[in-house]
């Protein structure tokens, strides 16, 4: 399976920060309610963390998270 080639995931795996976006991406399509509520608050944490390291923009984390917690709500 070839995915999509992102250059910022790549440094960030090359880095040793692993890819926090595919794991979120992947969380959206994968996990069920209940699961996504008892890991959601970690996802929460790492989606700030790496924005505050400056890998993704406060814009695009806010993203993230706001598409996690819609895929909780539905």
Same mark, same amino acid.
């Given at each position: 399976?070839?995915?999509?080639?992102?250059? #910022?995931?790549?440094?960030?795996? *090359?880095?040793?920060?692993?890819? @926090?976006? &595919?794991?979120?991406?992947?969380?959206?399509? %994968?996990?069920?309610?209940?699961?996504?509520? #008892?890991?959601?608050?970690?996802? *929460?944490?790492?989606?700030?963390? @790496?924005? &505050?390291?400056?890998?993704?923009?406060?814009? %695009?984390?806010?993203?993230?998270?706001?598409?996690?917690?819609?895929?909780?709500?539905?």
């Amino acid at each position: 399976n070839l995915e999509p080639f992102h250059p #910022k995931r790549m440094a960030s795996r *090359i880095l040793g920060m692993g890819d @926090i976006l &595919s794991i979120v991406e992947e969380a959206e399509r %994968k996990l069920d309610k209940k699961e996504a509520e #008892k890991v959601f608050p970690d996802v *929460i944490k790492m989606v700030d963390q @790496i924005c &505050s390291k400056g890998i993704i923009h406060k814009n %695009k984390a806010n993203n993230k998270k706001s598409r996690l917690a819609q895929h909780l709500n539905k």
